[in-house]
């Protein structure tokens, strides 16, 4: 996925050896998840499972139970977003890249639940999942805050946005991930051909996308990342869509700096 993942526990008075032992496992596990999941998604590497499907040497029936899964959960996606989240590209290749990170953090998550860790945020290339709090033994549920870069200056943020059961939101339900997409780090690389929406015409024939930046949080680190996706593909028409649908907050920056925010990122505590 050539993405840095970086995993922040808090640093207790109490800690000792059986503790970083167990930070060390989960180190390990985490690790070589992305691992796998990377060589077996990976477009950029020739022999990985995706690559030969894209190529044609392998079918989807004779593929992988778990690139059958995921192509699954992508159409299913695609359906929920009315297109604008795909699995295809324009040219017809199958790319699950806009799936497989969310999942790749999903699991990783789990496997540190099941290491008995309790209190943690996983940071994938800037998507972010969390439990618990940074601050177990201070007494307060105090949230972890996730930063919003700013596009147009990556030095900057926009603000910040609190994640975890002690977030002010918790009345709803607790919003435990944050995904960001969008141009200011790879470029123009969603596709929003077929989709309605404003944008001058792109490389091949693409509308660039009506969003520079877009940032989604959500329950789950799989909804708020393809979601992000979605939006960027689909515009300002897939944003009104995903807010009516799904109990999650968005941020997404136009190419002139303007910002649209549902209210959760427009309280205090997302300052």
């Given at each position: ?168 939101r918790e009345v709803v339900s607790p919003q435990l991930a944050l995904a960001t997409s969008g141009s200011a780090e790879r470029g123009d690389h969603i596709w929003t051909v077929g989709v309605r929406g404003p944008g001058a015409q792109g490389p091949a024939g693409a509308r660039r996308p009506e969003f520079a930046q877009v940032s989604v949080a959500a329950s789950d680190i799989v909804t708020a990342d393809v979601l992000a996706t979605a939006i960027v593909a689909g515009g300002r028409s897939t944003l009104d869509a995903v ?29």
């Amino acid at each position: 996925m050539g993405t840095v993942v970086s995993l922040t526990v808090p640093a207790g008075p109490g800690a000792c050896s059986a503790d970083v032992d167990r930070l060390e496992a989960a180190t390990a596990v985490v690790e070589d998840q992305f691992e796998a999941l990377d060589a077996r998604f990976s477009l950029f590497k020739p022999n990985s499972e995706a690559s030969r499907v894209s190529r044609g040497e392998l079918s989807l029936m004779e593929a992988s139970p778990l690139m059958r899964d995921l192509y699954a959960d992508a159409v299913r996606w695609r359906r929920r977003t009315d297109g604008a989240f795909t699995p295809e590209r324009p040219d017809g290749l199958l790319d699950l890249s806009g799936l497989v990170k969310g999942y790749a953090i999903g699991e990783a998550g789990r496997s540190l639940v099941a290491l008995g860790l309790t209190d943690w945020c996983l940071n994938a290339g800037g998507d972010v999942l969390v439990s618990g709090s940074p601050a177990p033994s201070s007494g307060e549920r105090k949230p972890w805050l996730a930063g919003i870069v700013d596009p147009a200056d990556r030095r900057t943020l926009l603000g910040a946005y609190p994640l975890g059961p002690g977030a002010p939101r918790e009345v709803v339900s607790p919003q435990l991930a944050l995904a960001t997409s969008g141009s200011a780090e790879r470029g123009d690389h969603i596709w929003t051909v077929g989709v309605r929406g404003p944008g001058a015409q792109g490389p091949a024939g693409a509308r660039r996308p009506e969003f520079a930046q877009v940032s989604v949080a959500a329950s789950d680190i799989v909804t708020a990342d393809v979601l992000a996706t979605a939006i960027v593909a689909g515009g300002r028409s897939t944003l009104d869509a995903v807010a009516s649908r799904w109990d999650v907050d968005v941020l997404a920056v136009a190419h002139d700096g303007a910002l649209v925010a549902t209210p959760g990122f427009r309280a205090p505590s997302a300052a």
